[in-house]
């Protein structure tokens, strides 16, 4: 049984003449009339009765016809379906976040102009940290992350600039150097610095130091914090200050601040990243939807208390 069979059946059924059937899927009666015999001889008994001026559907007929439509209703869906996914319409993506970038406005604006675009494309987002992300793309159990720039890109993985977002201080608001609009890296030599491990986030660590040794000294590194968002609460408990990219100031806490840096700004850029292999439709619809003028990140000139 092949699907024109259905087809040819379904349009005699429905037209309850040979002829007008034959017309309506384009080939000549007597092929017709073979190919709904074939079928019948595969089901066991007649689908039609043959009447002096058209034709009837037998016991047999009348059971098969909404068979025969869910049939071809079914394959219809499933076309249409492989379609949507081979154009990157429907599917599925898993979407990595590292570092706290969903907190930076470009993201989730990007996110919500996708799905409002590809609604049939479910992203599933997983949140991580740079380090285990690129290695969650190398073994394909994510299809993109949002990461902090790595310095160090793993063969086979592209990265797409997404902003480069300007970094903070975070201080508690017992510092001398609350009282200031602006903070210079210099003024922080004695303090100890809140890091993230440099094996979860090598961008974000490797970016802290560099910025104090441009300063004029190597900071004194206290307490590490387990993830981006834990950096604040302990600012707020005194176990030291720090640098963060700057949307990381929607986190308020009592008794922390954040303030612009006073000098050159180190920066904290997103990208996004993929592998250059994946073959998926949707991600490349997804990695296409990125501005060419992406907008920075907020303004970081004033403090935030």
């Given at each position: 049984?092949?699907?024109?069979?259905?087809?040819?059946?379904?349009?005699?059924?429905?037209?309850?003449?040979?002829?007008?059937?034959?017309?309506?899927?384009?080939?000549?009666q007597p092929p017709l009339s073979l190919q709904i015999r074939q079928l019948e001889a595969e089901l066991g008994g007649p689908l039609?009765?043959?009447?002096?001026?058209?034709?009837?559907?037998?016991?047999?007929?009348?059971?098969?016809?909404?068979?025969?439509?869910?049939?071809?209703?079914?394959?219809?869906?499933?076309?249409?379906?492989?379609?949507?996914?081979?154009?990157?319409?429907?599917?599925?993506?898993?979407?990595?976040?590292?570092?706290?970038t969903y907190f930076e406005p470009r993201v989730p604006a990007w996110i919500r102009d996708y799905r409002a675009q590809y609604p049939d494309v479910h992203l599933h987002p997983q949140q991580s940290n740079t380090a285990s992300l690129l290695a969650a793309l190398m073994d394909e159990s994510v299809d993109a992350a949002f990461v902090r720039t790595p310095e160090?890109?793993?063969?086979?993985?592209?990265?797409?600039?997404?902003?480069?977002?300007?970094?903070?201080?975070?201080?508690?608001?017992?510092?001398?150097?609350?009282?200031?609009?602006?903070?210079?890296?210099?003024?922080?030599?004695?303090?100890?610095?809140?890091?993230?491990?440099?094996?979860?986030?090598?961008?974000?660590?490797?970016?802290?130091?560099?910025a104090c040794e441009a300063a004029g000294f190597r900071p004194k590194l206290g307490q590490e914090a387990p993830q981006i968002t834990s950096i604040v609460p302990m600012v707020a408990?005194?176990?030291?200050?720090s640098l963060v990219p700057a949307s990381v100031r929607q986190i308020r806490t009592p008794g922390m601040g954040f303030w612009p840096v006073d000098g050159?700004?180190?920066?904290?850029?997103?990208?996004?990243?993929?592998?250059?292999d994946h073959g998926s439709a949707a991600l490349a619809n997804f990695i296409a939807m990125l501005p060419a003028d992406s907008p920075e990140s907020s303004d970081s000139a004033s403090p935030v208390v």
């Open positions: 049984m092949e699907l024109r069979h259905l087809q040819y059946f379904i349009a005699v059924a429905e037209e309850r003449h040979f002829t007008r059937a034959a017309a309506r899927v384009g080939i000549q039609f009765v043959r009447l002096p001026r058209d034709v009837a559907l037998t016991e047999l007929g009348e059971a098969f016809l909404p068979e025969a439509r869910h049939i071809l209703e079914r394959v219809a869906r499933v076309k249409r379906r492989m379609q949507q996914i081979s154009r990157g319409e429907a599917g599925h993506l898993r979407i990595g976040f590292a570092g706290a160090d890109v793993p063969p086979g993985i592209e990265t797409l600039p997404v902003v480069d977002e300007p970094m903070v201080l975070a201080l508690p608001l017992s510092h001398p150097m609350c009282a200031r609009k602006r903070v210079p890296l210099a003024a922080l030599a004695q303090d100890e610095f809140i890091v993230l491990p440099r094996e979860i986030s090598p961008s974000l660590y490797d970016r802290t130091i560099a408990a005194g176990f030291g200050v050159d700004v180190p920066s904290a850029p997103i990208s996004l990243a993929y592998r250059s």
